[in-house]
């Protein structure tokens, strides 16, 4: 089923009668007779067919009048992989509204970056989706909320500003309308708190759900509620008008109620005097998933001084803390520490691209399995392709990686990171940089392969096959040559900008002139918005624009679509690696025809298999 399909009523019904996990994320199930809509997952009974609905997306069954299960939570389905197939308007447009392009510069701004009116916009969305940007928007913040309401004890307060609302006073009479309760009543009957009560012997490990951690500490210490002195969340709901379902207006969404009462709460999140706020959220994805070859592939890519990986998770500094990625039993467990909880919906975008937590791979083994691809699809399941936490910083990486080895282009991204990098949070009073905490559970090695992907690219085993450096530590640290690194508090270096570093001064790093000329003629041209790296960016448009910059040509044009713009189909053509595993396996050249859409997916099991 792809996004250019109707949804056929007999097959969406037998799939949710049969609990069909394949399905989970590409359509919902509304049942008019209890007015909630459901994953097709639901444990709940089957609905009479009389009774029952199909929508494409959450935000279609919202606009319909229906209200998320308590039950299944369509807050944790993964996205809809197809989006990402058919890389087209719609597809990106959604990407941008889950970076919270929407929430932070309205239908207009998206309208904007993708080069089409409203008009346009909104007649594609109520065609394709059932609904409009601006509804898709609200549906994707009230999802959020209702996540971190049930998961973790982060106060109201700083709930509705992490899901991207302009003030609380907005987030209650939102809720409110679209659901039918408010958000302290979720949390009492569905939260962390709800969850303390039912349990027969009461502790503080039992304060989490399943799957959650909550972490102590001042932030998790505030009143659950968050109605401290003077919140602005004591105000009634009725005070202001939520935005309605499909409206095409194109204002900055929540500006009018942010200037009132949520901008005293927004000033004192931001100081860095405030102890960050700790959560933990579940990133959900479709089984089969190897997340042993894509954290060994992070790994022995971590860049020194801004992120670590082991094989038992991925940590990174981004702006105002840092966040850890860990493997859990049917999902990823992201573990957040921030000063601002607004950049939390951001976050937990990027790092489901990044571990490419959205795709099918149960389509993608059916489509490959069928190839001379056969024997790596079976040896491999759930493989998964590694995005980008940032589009411009895989580019850099991308650049500086040619013809070098992996560990010769991660001590060079060490070096310009520490040169150019900015600190993740700013100095607190006192001098000094804050630091997060090195985990203790790590007890393997990571281990870089020995060649770059140029020329030699994943070995079989990512995490045994060669010998780390020896200044590796569990979690893997910089070199010797580093200034500023991680070494053992962890990563709180930022990536540079395209802006920092087009005007940083790159010589003595290690860098040819040539190589030189072409990262600053990447960072000139992204930071003068001639090209986009973002997740709305169209992978075509995109990789003729690189091919225009001197020093990059097929292969790291396409290593960028592959993994910055999440292109299924991205090949790094001319890419040595692929050809000596191929000879290997005695496939000839024009069976990569035959892999489309998939073949990124392909260039994964042929490195794996080198």
Known sequence: MTPHQTLDFDSCYRAASARDMRFDGRFYTAVTSTGIYCRPICPARTPARRNVRFYRHAAAAEAAGFRPCRRCRPELSPGDPGWDVAADLVGRALRLIDDGVADEYGVAGLAQRLHVTERHLLRLFTARLGAGPLAVARTRRLLLAKQLLTETALPITDVAFAAGFGSVRQFNATMKEAYGFAPSELRTSNGPLAAARRAPAPRAADHAVPGTRLSAGPAADRDV?????????????GDAQSIRLGDAQSTRLGDAQGARAGDAQDARLATATEPPAALTLRLNHRAPYDAATLLGFLAARAIPGMEEASPSGYRRAVTGGSITLTPADGHVKLSVTLDDTRH?????????????????????????GATTLRALVATRPGLRVPGAFDGFELAVRAVVGQQVSVAGARTLLGRIVARAGTPARPTPPGGGIARPTLPTDATERPTPPTDAPERSTLPTDMTARSTPPADATQWSTPSADVTGGAGADGPFLLFPTAERLAEADLSGLGLTGRRVATLKALAEKTAAGELALDAGADPAETAARLLEIPGIGPWTTGYIVMRALRDPDAWPDGDLGLRRAMRALDIAEDDVERWRPWRAYAAMHLWSSE
């Open 225 to 237: 509620q968050g109605t401290r002195p003077g919140d602005a969340q004591n105000t009634r709901p």
């Open 344 to 368: 939390l919906a951001k976050i937990v975008s990027r790092c489901r691209r990044l571990l490419d937590l959205d795709a099918d791979p149960v389509a993608i083994a059916d489509a490959l």
